[in-house]
C-alpha cells in the first residue's frame, strides 16, 4: 500500500481548531521546497466529503466531514495553508473527518487515527472497526499512530516481530525521535552498540534528553555494557547534559560512580555522595544505599553484560506536545 513520504510528513500533520461557532480550520505546515500549488481541494456537491491532495494516492485530508458545510477557502502563507469551512450550524465540531469518503471508500491517514480514537472510547462496541482504521493509519506511515500501536502492542508477545518493524520503520523511515530512541535500545541489546550509539546521538540532539544518559552508560567503563570505545569524560558530559535539566536517576547514579572513582573528571567524594543520595531519594526500592567500591581494573578486565537501560523497553506514549518516555529499570548489575 501507499505510504506516507518522509519528506512530506508534516502536511499530514495538519491541525484541526474552531475559531468561532460559524467556522473551522485547518492548518497544513509545508516544507520550504514544497509548493502549495501542487495541491488540489475538492468539496462535492452535497458538502459533505472533503478531499486535499497533491498525491491522489495519498491525501493529506479526505472523508465525511463531521458536518456539511456551506463552503470553503483556501489561504497560502509562507509555511502553512489555511482552510477555513463556513459552517452550516453552531454545532461544535468534535473532528473534522467522521467516516470513510463513501465513493473511494478511503479516508487520510491522519483521520483515520482521529477516527480510532474516537472509536477506542467504545472500544467493546467498535474493537474490530477501530483495529482496521488504526492499522491502516499505522501502515501509511503516520507516526503518531506508529507510536501508539507500539505501545498498545508491546506487551503482546504475538506482536512483537511487527512492533520491531514498526519501530524500525519509524526510526529508520520517518526520523521520529521516540522511535530512534527505541530502536537503538534494541541494536544494543542485540549487541550492535555502534549503531546504537548512533542512534542515541541522533535522538538525543533531536529532543530526547534520557538518550543522553544512556549515550553515557554505553561510554562509561563503569558501566556493564559491552563496548570497544569506553571514554570516561565523554560520559560524565552525557549524565551532566542530562542533570543540567532535571534529576535523571540513571544519571546521577552513574554519574556518582565516575566522580567516585575519579574517572573521567577528578575525583570528589563528596559530590559523589550527594548524587547518589538524590538518586537513591527518586528510586529508593531499586537502587543500593551505597555507591560499589571502585577497583581498578586488571589488565585483562573486560566488562560484560546486557547494559542495565532506564527507560528499556519503556511505555512511549504520546501526547499532543510530543512524547513521554516512562522510565524503569531492569536487571541492575553495578
Not at 5 to 11: A, I, N, S, T
Not at 165 to 190: K, M
Not at 210 to 234: D, F, R
Request: aromatic letters at 10%; proline letters at 5%.
Amino acid at each position: 500500500m501507499a505510504r506516507i513520504d518522509r519528506h512530506f510528513q508534516q502536511l499530514y500533520r495538519w491541525n484541526f481548531e474552531q475559531p468561532d461557532p460559524h467556522s473551522v480550520q485547518v492548518t497544513i505546515e509545508f516544507p520550504s521546497d514544497f509548493s502549495p500549488n501542487s495541491m488540489t481541494y475538492e468539496l462535492n456537491d452535497e458538502k459533505t466529503v472533503f478531499q486535499a491532495y497533491f498525491d491522489k494516492l495519498m491525501p493529506v485530508i479526505n472523508g465525511t466531514l463531521f458536518e456539511q458545510v456551506q463552503s470553503y477557502t483556501t489561504q497560502v502563507e509562507k509555511d502553512h495553508i489555511l482552510i477555513t469551512f463556513q459552517k452550516e450550524s453552531e454545532t461544535k465540531w468534535d473532528c473534522l473527518i467522521k467516516a470513510r469518503n463513501p465513493t473511494t471508500d478511503s479516508v487520510d491517514p491522519h483521520s483515520a487515527f482521529d477516527i480510532f480514537l474516537h472509536l477506542a472510547t467504545h472500544l467493546d462496541e467498535n474493537s474490530e472497526e477501530a483495529e482496521r482504521y488504526l492499522q491502516f493509519s499505522m501502515l501509511s506511515g503516520y507516526t503518531p499512530a506508529m507510536l501508539y500501536g507500539i505501545e498498545i502492542l508491546e506487551d503482546d508477545p504475538s506482536k512483537q516481530g511487527f512492533v520491531r518493524d514498526l519501530i524500525s520503520v519509524a526510526a529508520i523511515e520517518y526520523g521520529e525521535p521516540a522511535a530512534v530512541f527505541r530502536f537503538a535500545l534494541i541494536l544494543i541489546q542485540e549487541g550492535k552498540t555502534q549503531n546504537g550509539v548512533q542512534l542515541l546521538s541522533y535522538a538525543a540532539r533531536a529532543g530526547i534528553g534520557i538518550a543522553y544518559s544512556l549515550m553515557g552508560q554505553v561510554l562509561s567503563p563503569l558501566s556493564s555494557i559491552e563496548y570497544s570505545e569506553k571514554n570516561a569524560a565523554e560520559a560524565m558530559k552525557c549524565f551532566e547534559l542530562v542533570l543540567a535539566q532535571k534529576d535523571e536517576p540513571i544519571a546521577l547514579f552513574e554519574a556518582a560512580k565516575l566522580l567516585n572513582a575519579g574517572l573521567g573528571c577528578q575525583k570528589d567524594t563528596e559530590k559523589a555522595n550527594d548524587y547518589s543520595r538524590r538518586a537513591k531519594a527518586i528510586e529508593p526500592e531499586k537502587l543500593p544505599d551505597k555507591l560499589p567500591e571502585y577497583k581498578p581494573p586488571s589488565k585483562d578486565f573486560k566488562i560484560f553484560g546486557i547494559p542495565v537501560f532506564a527507560a528499556a523497553g519503556a511505555a512511549t506514549a504520546l501526547i499532543a506536545a510530543g512524547s513521554l518516555l516512562s522510565l524503569y529499570f531492569r536487571n541492575r548489575k553495578n
